[in-house]
């Protein structure tokens, strides 16, 4: 399931630095998607992971 469909969902003992464009513009965009801060986030990092994943698979093959 998909991090911005658990909302419920947190993430302790991590600190993430964002320079203040990058945060406004990503609070900016996860209000424009209707989802929390956190989730939007969360939902990026899941895409990147995933994406990494796919990559990674395809140089083996």
Same mark, same amino acid.
């Given at each position: 399931? =998909?991090? +911005? ?6 993430? *302790? %003992? ?6 203040? =464009?990058?945060?406004? +513009? !990503?609070?900016?965009? +996860? ?6 801060? =956190? +989730? ?11 994406? !990494?994943?796919? =990559? %990674?698979? %395809? *140089?083996?093959?």
């Amino acid at each position: 399931m =998909e991090a +911005a469909q658990q909302p419920e969902r947190q993430v *302790r %003992g991590s600190i993430l630095l964002i320079p203040s =464009e990058l945060f406004m +513009a !990503a609070k900016q965009e +996860a209000e424009r998607q209707g989802l929390s801060l =956190e +989730a939007y986030i969360l939902s990026l990092l899941e895409c990147q992971i995933r994406q !990494a994943r796919e =990559e %990674g698979t %395809g *140089r083996r093959g």
